[in-house]
T-cell receptor, first 116, second 113 residues
Framework: KQEVTQIPAALSVPEGENLVLNCSFT??????LQWFRQDPGKGLTSLLL?????REQTSGRLNASLDKSSGRSTLYIAASQPGDSATYLC???????????????FGKGTLLTVNP | NAGVTQTPKFQVLKTGQSMTLQCAQD?????MYWYRQDPGMGLRLIYY???????DKGEVPNGYNVSRLNKREFSLRLESAAPSQTSVYFC????????????FGSGTRLTVV
């Protein structure tokens, strides 16, 4: 059974700092990995999706990397801002999951606080 | 804006009452999902639907029923609400295009007293 772990559970940094959030998974047979952001009391917003054949994806100040063989992904946030404060979740899609129907396995998230 | 719409956003029920959570997506996605999110437990899959007319149980289906009314709509019903069902419920959808992944609704916060 796939298990996804995110460490640390919470992280507090000063504004302007570069930071890395970690995600590890136990079964390397994945199709892709997706990073989400969740603001308090809100739904999940997709940030980046990395296919199993890719090493990284970038969007603005965000860069996500994937090392499938070691079961790890990182989300790098450059020049953090107070508006980046949120919970960040990663989720993996199983390898043998063609088509549109597939079940993601989620980590429990990292609560990020960026202090002004 | 295109996406996943959930109603209601908030609901308080008494133990034993019933209610239906509604979810609709306008992205022409085939698959839809219902999750619950609880502190310390993360997101847990309740039911999912691969296509119109089909539904399957997820990790925590007990106490819930679902209906895939058409391609757009996927509802979740609590027949006899219990305090253990106090949670935040999220609906999501996915398409064949692997580059898009899941799209989530904004959630329904349900309290059962």
């Amino acid at each position: 059974k796939q298990e996804v772990t995110q460490i640390p559970a919470a992280l507090s940094v000063p504004e302007g700092e570069n930071l890395v959030l970690n995600c590890s998974f136990t079964d390397s047979a994945i199709y892709n990995l997706q990073w989400f952001r969740q603001d308090p009391g809100k739904g999940l917003t997709s940030l980046l999706l990395i296919q199993s054949s890719q090493r990284e994806q970038t969007s603005g100040r965000l860069n996500a990397s994937l090392d499938k063989s070691s079961g790890r992904s990182t989300l790098y946030i450059a020049a953090s801002q107070p508006g980046d404060s949120a919970t960040y979740l990663c989720a993996v899609r199983p390898q043998n999951s063609g088509g549109s129907n597939y079940k993601l396995t989620f980590g429990k998230g990292t609560l990020l606080t960026v202090n002004p | 804006n295109a996406g996943v719409t959930q109603t209601p956003k908030f609901q308080v029920l008494k133990t034993g009452q019933s209610m239906t959570l509604q979810c609709a997506q306008d992205m022409n996605h085939n698959s839809m999902y219902w999750y619950r999110q609880d502190p310390g437990m993360g997101l847990r899959l309740i039911y999912y639907s691969a296509s119109e007319g089909t539904t399957d149980k997820g990790e925590v289906p007990n106490g819930y029923n679902v209906s895939r009314l058409n391609k757009r709509e996927f509802s979740l019903r609590l027949e006899s609400a219990a305090p253990s069902q106090t949670s935040v419920y999220f609906c999501a959808s996915s398409s064949d295009a692997s580059v898009r992944g899941y799209t989530f609704g904004s959630g329904t916060r349900l309290t059962v007293v």
